[in-house]
């Protein structure tokens, strides 16, 4: 198999302006690594404020001050410039949290999902409309419905809306950023659904972000857990739920309530919040919070090493 | 058996449309008991926040009206009551917190002078005592050095910490009922984990009564006791929980249950594709109709359930409005 993506020591800050025309730094993603193999689905879950949507749009170029490589299909993404970047573009595409406001009230159906075609070039004028209908067959939507205006949709529909568009530029790599986190739950199995058939049809590659373990598990082949903008453990789908290594990952997956009677993990509590991230402490990050804390934990940043295979973790107690 | 702490009888809730009156709780009954936590479930526009605001005395003024029923709260109908009496219940007896803790605190206000005001209004505390009793509040939801924190204000608070904040206002006058409005929806996983495990641990203590409102069924097996589900303004499915996700019988109870990737206790490499309930909840114009609403969207449905209103089928504690309730 070959990595579609390769994401090497990615890391994304922002500025935040101090008195005095001072400047600090917060590292919402810090040196982060990961790969996707090709028509795989790689789940990055956090909670708020891990970094996880940040990884993902610093992957797709969405955001400014970025660092690292992001090697797509042999180049790196983020070294591209011009017309290169924008034959590039059309093989990355995001379907957005917010079907309500990820859509531009003014434009029809139709021209929502031509856009990118358009301003990307990826088809010839005349072979476009041709392509809209088949994007609408695709994803569940009558032929009628294409001239309809955003408001004239449900939640799901408008979501499949933003399915249609993403996949409009023929894209390998679909970044899904919380995409179903807004949906009633009925139709989150719809789209979820809808997603899977997708990807088996056309082959595709999804990063799929969300702060739902359940969902999680039920689209992913393989998960990254992110705490304050590292990668915390990363492993394969079934060693990540039936053998959590992380104590944070213990801690979150233990904090799911399930309908599953024979699920009756002990929980584990993770007290207080996560500390300042313009100040995060030298050690691990999650030392703070942490049940197995010992002083060596506060001193050096555990490195993400493999435990098994397909099974990495970043903590000295693993 | 002793009298229920609130019993609801044959509701109704009228919301004034533009093309008239559409009945957004039809004929809706529950009991609730002392000490114990009851769960409406449903998706968005189902009716469970409307019920709740209705207990409350809180429904939309000129816009909704209980047009029909009674809610009987320690015997004496709130259905009749003028809003002074209201008043005195509200936030004394029965109090609520909300889904967002971000906007349902005052940002101008600590949350100190928060806390102390429901204690002063209602039980008449001094501004001293007021402010003492708030400490120990904000000490029992568990926030770190409460005798500092009482006097932020609610920006200088982190999402967990400012529904901690709502649930100690809530809590002040050590209320009967506490209606929690998907309390976590806005919260991290494991922030929601330690607001429940507050919740339960309160409830226990003090023998508040809880309805949680919630689309996460995870959080009904976790939580509640008995559940009611709700489906366009109309009791679905009613019972104990355990009973109820076991063997649901209504068509969708059954849906909301297997339509939701759950975790499992043991993971394996199969991964079918999730149960879908097709469709969406309908419009307000077709909810009082006289037939099964659930009928468009369900597997079983045919020409009589198209055509008639299902009356609640009993089996043991639990009942499901369903004319094909002992198929399933």
Redesign the interface.
């Known amino acids: 198999m070959t990595a579609l993506l390769n994401v090497q020591n990615l890391s994304v800050r922002f500025p935040i302006k101090r008195r005095w025309g001072q400047t600090s730094w917060l590292y919402a993603v810090d040196d982060v690594s990961f790969e996707v193999q090709r028509g795989e689905t790689l789940a990055i879950v956090g909670?708020?404020g891990s970094g996880k949507t940040t990884a993902a749009l610093g992957v797709a170029r969405l955001v400014a001050n970025s660092g690292g490589t992001v090697g797509l299909g042999g180049s790196d993404f983020l070294a591209l410039e011009g017309e290169a970047l924008r034959k590039a573009r059309a093989k990355v595409q995001v379907i957005f949290q917010d079907p309500y406001s990820s859509l531009n009230p003014r434009l029809r159906a139709e021209a929502i999902v031509r856009e990118p075609m358009d301003s990307l070039g990826t088809l010839p004028v005349a072979e476009r409309p041709a392509r809209v209908a088949e994007l609408f067959k695709q994803v569940g939507l009558r032929p009628e419905q294409m001239k309809l205006f955003p408001h004239q949709f449900?939640g799901?529909q408008r979501q499949r809306i933003g399915i249609a568009r993403a996949l409009a530029t023929n894209p390998e790599l679909i970044i899904c950023d919380e995409a179903v986190s807004a949906l009633?739950?009925?139709?989150?199995?719809?789209i979820?659904?809808l997603l899977?058939r997708l990807q088996r049809e056309l082959g595709l590659t999804y990063l799929f972000i969300s702060?739902d373990?359940?969902?999680v598990?039920?689209?992913s082949d393989h998960i990254a857990v992110m705490y304050m903008g590292k990668i915390v453990e990363h492993a394969d789908?079934?060693s990540l739920?039936?053998d959590p290594r992380h104590p944070y990952t213990k801690?979150?997956?233990?904090?799911?309530?399930?309908?599953?009677?024979?699920?009756?993990v002990e929980?584990m509590?993770?007290p207080?919040?996560p500390p300042d991230p313009l100040n995060p402490p030298a050690g691990c990050r999650f030392a703070s919070r942490c049940p197995l804390v010992e002083d060596a934990c506060r001193a050096a940043q555990p490195p993400l090493d493999a435990v098994a295979a397909d099974h990495k973790v970043a903590c000295i107690k693993a | 058996m002793t009298e229920p702490l609130l019993k609801i009888e044959n509701l109704r809730i009228e919301l004034a449309l533009r093309s008239g009156q559409a009945p957004v709780i039809d004929d809706l009954s529950l009991e609730l008991n002392a000490g114990e936590t009851l769960s409406f479930v449903g998706e968005s526009g189902c009716g469970k926040s409307m019920t709740a605001l209705a207990i409350m005395g809180l429904l939309p003024e000129k816009v909704g009206s209980i047009a029909q029923g009674r809610i009987l709260f320690q015997g004496n109908d709130m259905a009749q009551m003028n809003s002074s009496q209201l008043r005195a219940i509200r936030g004394n007896e029965i109090s609520m917190i909300f889904q967002e803790p971000m906007t349902s605190l005052n940002p101008v206000y600590t949350v100190g002078e928060q806390i102390a005001e429901v204690l002063r209004r209602h039980k008449g505390m001094n501004k001293r005592d007021a402010w003492k009793r708030a400490i120990e509040l904000l000490d029992a939801v568990r926030i770190p050095n409460a005798k500092a924190r009482i006097s932020d204000y609610p920006h200088q608070m982190s999402g967990g910490q400012r529904q901690r904040v709502m649930i100690a206002i809530a809590l002040a006058c050590s209320p009967k009922i506490l209606i929690a409005d998907e309390p976590t929806t806005a919260l991290d996983v494991t922030v929601q984990a330690q607001i429940f495990d507050l919740l339960r641990d309160l409830g226990r203590e003090t023998g508040t009564a809880i309805i949680l409102i919630t689309h996460d069924m995870g959080a009904v097996a976790e939580m509640a006791d008995r559940m009611v589900v709700m489906y366009a303004g109309r009791k679905a499915e009613y019972g104990p929980v355990a009973p109820v996700i076991s063997h649901p019988r209504h068509p969708y109870t059954k849906g909301l249950i297997s339509c939701v990737p759950h975790l499992l206790a043991e993971l394996t490499e199969e991964r079918p594709d999730l149960t879908e309930v097709p469709g969406i909840v309908p419009s307000l114009d077709s909810f009082g109709v006289d037939a099964c609403l659930f009928a468009s969207r369900c597997y079983l449905a045919d020409d009589k359930c198209r055509s008639k209103r299902p009356p609640e089928i009993v089996f043991g504690d639990q009942s499901s409005a369903c004319w094909k309730a002992d198929q399933i």
């Open positions: 909670e708020s449900s799901g009633d739950v009925a139709v989150q199995a719809q979820l659904n899977r702060h373990l359940g969902v598990q039920h689209m789908r079934l739920f039936n801690a979150l997956l233990s904090a799911v309530p399930s309908v599953d009677q024979k699920r009756k929980r509590l993770i207080g919040d």
